[in-house]
T-cell receptor, first 106, second 116 residues
């Protein structure tokens, strides 16, 4: 059993759509990270959360500690948002989700 | 400023040889992390350093893998007697803090290791 589960595994959206990626974890954590991996392989940290909600541009991340669940939302999606989005829960070490591959079609 | 750098960017080695991968974190970052990503697979945590010490080495896949960090800066990941299953992209990240403290991580470009 994976400590971190992400859904969906794959997601195709039309440009402009609102997108939600979900992450559930089974371990108690001190922080949860959302990462973006571009097709070329480079990884960027989008958010680091320990509670509540964070917003950066068109990206919003929320976490519910009691329910052990986090969501990443993308508003007004754009083809450049196409990437793999990875959820990572941290408790002494990182536990990674398998990633959500997002394709935004113009 | 300069980001996290890794060298070499690509390494091809023969099975059984030792390899050393290097990571230069962002200056002032006390925490340093090593990950690997096998082809088509997700990220796998290997080890992290807080300063020069590694509180958690449980992610290292076997005793052929070792890592050190000196001077609280540069880190090397060494793989002895490489096997074909070691082929992967090895990624390094650093952050201002680490361990139980939540800090944003900055990733290097990775080293692509191919064991033939």
């Amino acid at each position: 059993k994976n400590e971190v589960e992400q859904s969906p595994q794959n997601l195709t959206a039309q440009e402009g759509e609102f997108i939600t990626i979900n992450c559930s974890y089974s371990v108690g954590i001190s922080a949860l990270h959302w990462l973006q991996q571009h097709p070329g392989g480079g990884i960027v940290s989008l958010f680091m959360l320990s509670s509540g909600k964070k917003k950066h541009g068109r990206l919003i991340a929320t976490i519910n500690i009691q329910e052990k669940h986090s969501s990443l939302h993308i508003t007004a999606s754009h083809p450049r948002d196409s990437a793999v989005y990875i959820c990572a829960a941290f408790r002494n070490q990182f536990y990674f989700g398998t990633g959500t591959s997002l394709t935004v079609i113009p | 400023g300069a980001g996290v750098s890794q060298s070499p960017s690509n390494k091809v080695t023969e099975k059984g040889k030792d390899v050393e991968l290097r990571c230069d974190p962002i200056s002032g970052h006390t925490a340093l992390y090593w990950y690997r990503q096998s082809l088509g697979q997700g990220l796998e945590f290997l080890i992290y350093f807080q300063g020069n010490s590694a509180p958690d080495k449980s992610g290292l896949p076997s005793d052929r893998f070792s890592a050190e960090r000196t001077g609280g800066s540069v880190s090397t990941l060494t793989i002895q007697r490489t096997q074909q299953e070691d082929s992967a992209v090895y990624l390094c990240a650093s952050s201002l803090g680490g361990g139980l403290e939540p800090y944003e991580q900055y990733f290097g470009p990775g080293t692509r290791l191919t064991v033939t």
